[in-house]
Nanobody
């Protein structure tokens, strides 16, 4: 089982940028699809970005596609989420997740991921 730890969350203003990192340990991250989800209080966890194991494909939620970028550095066992032009609607707890089911696929459903980080809070003030 791979262990994931998110970092980089914080309080920013509308229009600012923020970079989140997901650090993996215990297993080589290069064999896992990795995705970022976010969750607002009282709402379901939502897929926002994913990347295949070798980094050849990415998938992003339409509402963030022009603002967010997901990338990975398998040599460092890290996956990042670069967030630009942040809005108050982006406020949520952000989680990274890993799936070994299909390294070339990017599932959009939470149940397909069996490895999760603890989450990091992102708050965007208006």
């Amino acid at each position: 089982q791979v262990h994931l730890v998110e970092s980089g969350g914080g309080l920013v203003h509308t229009g600012d940028s923020l970079s989140l990192s997901c650090a993996a340990s215990g297993r080589a991250l290069r064999t896992y699809t990795v995705a970022w989800f976010r969750q607002e209080p009282g709402k379901d966890r939502e897929f926002i970005a994913g990347i295949t194991a070798d980094g050849d494909r990415t998938s992003l939620l339409s509402s963030v596609k022009d603002r967010f970028t997901i990338a990975r550095d398998n040599k460092k066992n890290l996956v990042s989420l670069e967030m630009n032009r942040l809005k108050p609607a982006d406020t949520a707890v952000y989680y990274c997740a890993a799936s070994a089911a299909d390294p070339g696929d990017i599932p959009l459903i939470t149940i397909t991921y069996d490895n999760w980080g603890q989450g990091t809070q992102v708050t965007v003030s208006s």
